[in-house]
């Protein structure tokens, strides 16, 4: 089963907006990264980060991985229509991947 | 350029029913991996090749469930005798591993979904 916890669910953004999200977890991890998924298609890596304590940003994005190991952030800056999606955090210590459960962005009407 | 492909994209298939999931990876790709996504879940990890072995094949559900990988590169996903609660997305991913390193960037096919019946 999964174990890293993902929070918000969901969200609601408009245009303009910065978005956060975070993961956690009971187990310390070497590496976090964050995907997004788009409907129909496999998850794409976004930000991949192998450092305790590493802040790496990638053009609006920002992630961190927390000095413990056990969490990590993802801010989207200033976000525009195409960053709705689902977004997934995941963790490994080798080769297998563990995801979180996912935040999807949606676009506020 | 060519990315990792998987086919089917859908597959219905009927209860107690046999399928076969197709997954080609990024050529000169050495690792391959298969994950599950039930709807509205994250990815959970199935099984790990190295090459053409299999050194993790920890999440793989119950012994319905097989994989094979052949030639270093296509691999297949085998269901027996499917059941409802297998209906989920199968996705693969590969990356270029060797060995000793720490991390590696895993590439994500589109994924194949599957309906049970």
């Known amino acids: 089963g999964q174990q890293l916890n993902q929070s918000p669910q969901s969200m609601f953004i408009q245009e303009g907006e910065d978005v956060s999200m975070n993961c956690t977890s009971s187990?310390?991890?070497?590496?976090w990264l964050w995907y997004k998924q788009d409907p129909g298609e496999g998850p794409v890596l976004l930000i991949a980060?192998?450092?305790?304590?590493e802040l790496t940003s990638n053009g609006r994005l920002t992630a961190q991985f927390g000095i413990t190991r056990k969490d990590s952030f993802l801010n989207i800056s200033a976000s525009i229509p195409s960053d709705v999606g689902i977004y997934f955090c995941?963790?490994?210590?080798?080769?297998?991947?563990?995801f979180g459960a996912g935040t999807t962005v949606t676009v506020r009407a | 350029g060519a990315g990792v492909s998987q086919s089917p994209s859908n597959k219905v298939t009927e209860k107690g029913k046999d399928v076969e999931l197709r997954c080609d990876p990024i050529?000169?790709?050495?690792?391959l991996y298969w994950y599950r996504q039930s709807l509205g879940q994250g990815l959970e990890f199935l099984i790990y090749?190295?090459?053409?072995?299999?050194?993790?094949k920890s999440g793989l559900p119950s012994d319905r469930f097989s994989a094979e990988r052949t030639g270093g590169s296509v691999s297949t996903l085998t269901i027996q005798r499917t059941q409802q609660e297998d209906s989920a997305v199968y996705l693969c991913?590969?990356?270029?591993?060797?060995?000793?390193?720490?991390?590696?960037?895993?590439?994500f096919g589109p994924g194949t979904r599957l309906t049970v019946l």
């Open positions: 991913a590969s990356s270029f591993r060797s060995g000793g390193t720490s991390t590696d960037t895993q590439y």
């Open positions: 187990s310390i991890f070497n590496t």
């Open positions: 980060l192998y450092k305790a304590g």
């Open positions: 995941a963790a490994t210590n080798g080769h297998k991947l563990s």
């Open positions: 050529s000169g790709h050495t690792a």
């Open positions: 090749f190295q090459g053409n072995s299999a050194p993790d």
